[in-house]
């Protein structure tokens, strides 16, 4: 058979399509451009401590996506370099981590190029990953031999009843095991997907385990204590039982107990209140109470040893009849002057003058020492007012006069501090009426001892025949105090 040009030309043009074809067809299958020319790649340098099974050819992927393979694999003075060729259309963190792994026990090593940080530049051509960036997994056959000496160690006898054993915990728990299995799986997809946050996580539990550290022997302490609890509970294993058992009983008779107080026990509850709201305010004083009302008690016995299981005439406490009247004398500063004083044989009971009457004069001063001036500042240590509201403030308090001076009405007050005010004998509920107003009556303080005494006027007087001296002359010169 003979060919003509015009056949030549045509067979010539169908293979010159064909083989176009076909290197079109293959290149981007077999990736040819970037296997010969190196099209479309950049190399990056992994240093290993050791090859771990890696070699030529071998894959790298970045997020479980091939990016590249492995170009060559070579000794060095410090352990082994591996040469990848990764793909430029994809972009991976310069603060990489490169893990050679396995596809499984027995399959090809890969390496996985893992993320640390998303805001590093990208990798570039000629970029070096440092060994400190790299791990390689364990040596298969080391850990089968591990495994087998393991093996080999456990008695025949005990690895077969161990076999019985997990057979019997697990039989017929298929279902229960593949629910576990695909729950395990769903929590390590989410872990996964969250590893940035699981990072975080991570690194933020560093503050708390210092913080735990620490405190390690407070931690240390309660779980003594609570060990110390636990103990005792179950030394007293069957009070804890009883209690449990009449415990229902005992809370159904508290219910009835509450039931049956209903009409009172809201009013005692709430008058408890405010009762506790004045002792927490008085806390400090309730245990200084507490902490001097065993020694007092104490000193009271100690009084009456003497007396004990004796039969004497004579006390084992000795005290003196001395009454000791008026000395010092009553405190009438700061109260209704004599003029508006009600005498004592009334039987009435007319409202109590407005103001707050107690002793007026100096703390310090030898009058009604005990009096309302002196009460002690629970909120303010070291002062003393004779109200709350003084209390309270940043005044002080400042007295009338000194106690000895008294002239007439003590509302005439520089201090500025209330005083109490007359009482207004036309005030509804004042009971009965009083008698008619008797004429003014000057009070004043006798010294016996001496016969001055000083006058509404200021001046001093003396008259000697209201105390003669001399010797008592009856009984009633025992209520008189002794002379100086």
Known sequence: MTLTRRIWIQLIVVAAIALAGVAYMFFPVLHLPA?????????????????????ERGNVTYRGYQVGRVESVG???????????????????????????????????????????????????GDVIARDQTSVPPNISSLLSATNKGLQAIPQDNLKTVVDEAYVAFGGLGPEIGRFLKGASALALDAKANVNELTTLVDKSK????????????????????????????????????????????????????????????????????VAEV????????????VLLPQGAAIVQATGVPNRNTKVDYPGAYLSFNLNLNLPPACTTGFLPAQQRRAAAHEDYPPVPEGDMYCRVAQDSPFNVRGARNTPC???????????KLCESDEEFVPLNDGYNWKGDPNATLSGQSVPAPRDPAAPGAGLPD???????????????????????????????????????SWQDMLAPPAP
């Open 35 to 55: 296997l010969l020319f190196g099209v479309g790649q950049y190399t990056v340098t992994a240093q290993l401590p050791e090859a771990g099974g890696l070699y």
């Open 75 to 125: 000794l060095t003075d410090n352990g082994v370099e591996a040469v990848l060729s990764l793909n430029s259309d994809v972009e991976i963190p310069s603060d990489v981590k490169a893990e050679v792994h396995s596809v499984s026990a027995i399959g090809e090593q890969y390496i996985d190029l893992i993320p640390r940080s998303e805001g590093s530049p990208p990798l570039k051509d």
């Open 207 to 274: 503050p708390l385990l210092d913080t735990q550290t620490e405190t390690s022997g407070s931690i240390e302490a309660w779980a003594a204590n609570l060990a110390t609890v636990t103990d005792q509970l179950r030394d007293q294993d069957a009070d804890v039982a009883t209690v449990l058992k009449e415990g229902p009983g005992a809370a159904d008779e508290v219910r009835a107990l509450f039931s049956q107080l209903q009409p009172t026990l809201p009013v005692v509850l709430a008058n408890l209140a405010s």
């Open 279 to 290: 002792a927490a305010v008085y806390r400090p004083n309730l245990e200084q109470l507490l």
């Open 378 to 388: 629970v909120q303010k240590p070291g002062k003393r007012a004779p109200t709350a």
């Open 435 to 473: 008698p008619a107003p008797a004429p003014p009556v000057a009070v004043a303080e006798y010294d016996p001892a001496s016969g001055q005494y000083m006058a509404p006027d200021g001046k001093m007087y003396t008259q000697s025949d209201l105390g003669a001296a001399g010797g008592p002359k």
